[in-house]
């Protein structure tokens, strides 16, 4: 079978990086093919290519045997390629069908399209009304609304940039049925990840990409994710080892904690017990939205609890602020890394300023220490290996995995005694989670207590000592992962609906 | 007081032409903020206008060559908005400020020999027996082309906001332009060609005070009504149809408390020239109590990337 589209030594260059170097890869019709990369490896300046949306510097492509160069993004359409995007290019005051219509060359009148995208959704399996707004969608509501919009089309290739990331696990199910339906009907998907599992159950054959250069080719069922992994990173990976330590004396014991949540669709916390010891690493599984978030705040002291729930080395912790408890040496890393953990639109040394101000001693008597921010910034770069040209860059110019070790390093580095980090890992490629993981260790047989928040359960069997579930703001005892099985895990996460254990 | 000195037929008629400058830039501007673009100069390109008009109408002797002018007057000012935001990529508050002092000044400069002059009349739109009819033919019948231009832009504009290919992508421009760019509609196109029609309806509305409300030419002489323009869009909920009720309600209101003011009616002064201000927002804000809200582009800059 000749191949649907063929790319030959494309190469792209930005001003001092090579995002694309002579890279060549081709795509048979049906064929599901995935493009995997860490973060930074040009995976998605490769698509925007195929797209239109960016112009290669040399190379060619080839559609179907005749050269394809598509100017922009309506060519492309036209030529048969569709693409949905990891950040959704939605329009959130707009309809479902308004939405689907901006994306078409020549749409039908609205009554018409109405009907085909209810056919259509039938069809595969997505569940979609025309007449809703967008802005009122889930993320996969809003992930079918690109999807149908691109099958409207009858494309012949559908490229589709990290479509599980913002998925919950059914959600994910349902995708991969439409995927597969799809591919029998001769529909050429390109698949872009780094989820390295998904890739081995949905995928016919995968290209590598490593610093903007194809690395190997492999197909992704015989080969395990594994040799995957180190092909992406180009190192033998490390499995995190936790150094053979002992625990100690209590440094933080929370108490029949109760506290409503500040967010209406938020998860109050329902007398929640356990302590954490010196050196040791509590895990704390269970599907987002159960409390985590509010849990997260009360021990970092955004959320206020009651006298005598949170206690630090023996003090009663109530009354005392974020600020404070910063000087005292409990430290937090929340989820959200925009907005919440770091201020997007300052520089990475102002956001090391934001938490590090107290412990860093890069304050004193209210004028601040430029020189030695700067220098602190620079070593949670350094140590960290956050990709960017310099501490001066705004935190929004990070992609969310080198945000991300960021984000940890700068706690990590100010020596906490007690470290909460709510989804450490979320979003980060591989390498760049087994070194987040390592850190987290390594502070723990430093001295620290740490509470790792998850929602990867395989993370916390890796490196929690003990292990607790939360579920529906209650949690369960704690107990120790060694010996742990999954079926024990799945009782203590009880109602846990929709937990997957073991998916990556 | 002499309540029977307001002959309520010329009253309304009156209502509705001095509604129709603040329709005029209002409906421009709409269209403008629904590409996400946020025009502060529409002061600037409305006095642009009322001057270009006024200079042309006079040596022409041609109100519909000086409308016209007004027009492209009013567009040509506002070229210059479109390539500072969209070009250079400046803030648009500031460059909206700016136009509005380069546009008072630049009007000014231009109308320096023509204070005191009286233009050629703009005659009503002659609409035969439609005219005579009693009480609606004054009302509704008995008006200059403008105000009637000033409905049908209005209208047209709703329709195709609505209805039309063209203006779900305005919308989505100016709901989206970082999606909208990604989708391949060229972004900065139609802001400058939305900013363009804002300019030239801006021109009109000012022309329309030069030549037909006033009608001489005065210095500063819009005295403000690019602003209320701007806010009447925002308290109508970048609605059309609620852009017409809100001008007309102000136009109306001031024109009415210009004709107490005239019958002596024993409300201080200060209170009846505020009044079109309390009440249009009063009933604008009223109305915008639904969920509708603004573009969400509004007054960002789009730079492309990648």
């Known amino acids: 079978m000749t191949d ?129 707004t967008v802005g009122d969608l889930s993320a996969g509501e809003r992930q079918r609304v690109e999807i149908i919009r691109c099958l409207l089309q009858d494309p012949k290739l559908l490229i589709m940039d990290e479509p599980t990331s913002v998925l919950t696990p059914q959600e994910v199910e ?94 109050a916390l329902r007398d929640v017990t356990f302590d954490v010891h010196v050196g040791e690493v509590l895990g704390i599984g269970g599907v987002a939205g159960n409390g985590q978030d509010e849990l997260l705040a009360v021990l970092s002291g955004e959320l206020a609890a009651g006298p005598g729930m949170v206690a630090f080395q023996g003090r009663d ?112 490629d591989a390498a ?21 928040i998850s929602q990867d359960l395989d993370e916390l069997m890796e490196i929690s000592d003990r292990f607790a579930a939360l579920n529906e703001g209650q949690l369960s005892a704690p107990r120790p992962t060694a010996g742990l099985d999954v079926e024990q895990i799945g009782l203590m996460l009880g109602g846990a609906h929709g937990m997957e254990v073991a998916h990556v | 007081m002499d309540l029977s000195a307001i002959n309520p037929i010329l009253l309304i008629a009156a209502m509705i032409a001095a509604a129709t400058p603040i329709l005029l830039a209002a409906i421009g501007e709409l269209v403008v903020e629904r590409a996400g673009v946020l025009n502060l100069g529409v002061e600037g390109m409305m006095i642009t206008g009322a001057v270009c008009g006024f200079i042309i109408t006079v040596n022409t002797g041609s109100p519909t060559i000086g409308f016209i002018a007004a027009a492209v007057g009013g567009a040509v000012l506002s070229l210059l908005f479109a390539f500072l935001t969209q070009v250079a990529l400046a803030n648009q508050v500031a460059s909206g400020l700016a136009l509005t002092l380069f546009g008072l000044g630049l009007s000014a ?62 919308r989505a421009v100016g709901e989206n332009h970082d999606a909208a760019h990604a989708l391949g509609y060229k972004v900065k196109r139609i802001r400058t060609l939305a900013i363009l029609f804002g300019g030239a309806c801006a021109g009109l509305g000012g022309a329309y005070i030069s030549l037909i409300r006033v009608p001489q030419w005065t210095e500063g002489m819009t005295a403000g009504v690019g602003w209320i323009a701007l806010a009447l869009v925002v308290f109508a909920s970048w609605k059309p149809w609620r852009v017409l009720l809100g001008a007309y309600l102000f136009g109306g209101i001031t024109q009415l408390q210009l004709n107490l003011q005239g019958a002596g009616v024993a409300i201080p002064v200060e209170y009846l020239a505020m009044s079109p201000y309390v009440v249009t927002i009063i009933v604008l804000v009223i109305l915008s109590a639904d969920k509708s809200r603004a573009p969400g582009s509004l007054g960002r800059t789009f730079h492309a990337s990648g």
């Not at chain 1, 308004?98 to 995208?117: S, W, Y």
């Not at chain 1, 992704?220 to 994710?225: G, K």
């Not at chain 1, 080198?402 to 020596?415: A, D, H, M, P, S």
Request: with cysteine; net charge neutral; charged share 20%.
């Open chain 1, 174 to 267: 349902i995708l991969f049925e439409t995927l597969r339906k799809l591919s029998a009907e001769g529909t050429a998907i390109l698949y872009i990840s780094h989820k390295l599992e998904e890739i081995r159950a949905l995928c016919d054959a995968a290209t590598i990409l490593r610093g903007g250069k194809v690395v190997g080719t492999c197909v992704p069922r015989d080969t395990s994710a594994r040799d995957m992994a180190e092909l992406m990173v180009g190192s033998t990976l490390t499995t995190p080892k936790a150094s053979s330590h002992s625990t100690g004396d209590v440094a933080l014991a929370v108490t029949g904690l109760s506290a409503a949540s500040p967010s209406a669709f938020g998860m």
């Open chain 1, 4 to 132: 649907l589209l063929a790319l030959r030594g494309l190469t792209k260059a930005y001003p001092g990086v090579v995002a694309n170097d002579d890279v060549s890869l081709a795509i048979a019709p049906g064929e599901i093919h995935a493009l995997l990369g860490e973060n930074g490896a040009g995976k998605s300046t490769l698509v925007k290519m195929i797209y239109g949306l960016v112009k290669p510097d040399a190379g060619q492509m080839e559609m179907q045997g005749s050269t394809f160069a598509p100017s922009d993004p309506r060519a492309a359409r036209g030529a048969g390629v569709g693409m949905v995007f990891q950040h959704f290019s939605l329009f959130d005051a707009l309809s479902v069908a308004e939405n689907i219509a901006l994306g078409m060359e020549t749409p039908p009148p609205m009554r018409t399209l109405a009907a085909r995208i209810l056919e259509v959704s039938d069809t595969y399996g997505l569940p979609l009304s025309p007449d809703r």
């Open chain 1, 432 to 452: 760049a989670a087994a070194a987040i993981r390592q850190a987290l260790l390594d502070l723990a047989a430093g001295g620290a207590a740490v509470v790792v």
């Open chain 2, 109 to 170: 400069l231009m109308g320096q020999s023509y204070v005191g002059i009286k233009p050629p009349r703009t005659e009503t739109t002659p609409l035969g027996p439609l005219a005579d009819i009693p009480v609606i033919g004054p009302i509704v019948f008995g008006h200059d082309l403008i105000v009637y231009l000033g409905l049908a832009i209005v209208a047209a504009t709703w329709a195709v906001l609505t209805f039309t290919r063209v203006g779900l992508v305005l």
């Open chain 1, 317 to 428: 912790m109530h009354g005392i602020g974020p600020e404070a408890r910063r000087g005292l040496g409990v430290l937090s890393a929340p989820e959200e890394r925009l907005g919440h953990a770091a201020a997007p639109n300052m520089s990475l040394t102002e956001n090391a300023m934001l938490t590090g101000a107290a412990r860093e001693g890069l304050a004193r008597r209210g004028l601040l220490d430029w020189a030695k921010t700067r220098a602190f910034a620079q070593r949670i770069i350094s140590d960290f290996d956050v990709r960017t040209p310099g501490p001066e860059n705004a935190a929004r110019s990070l992609s969310g995995g080198n945000l991300q070790k960021f984000v940890i390093g700068r706690e990590v580095l100010q020596k906490p005694d007690v470290l909460v980090v709510n989804q450490p890992t979320w979003g980060v």
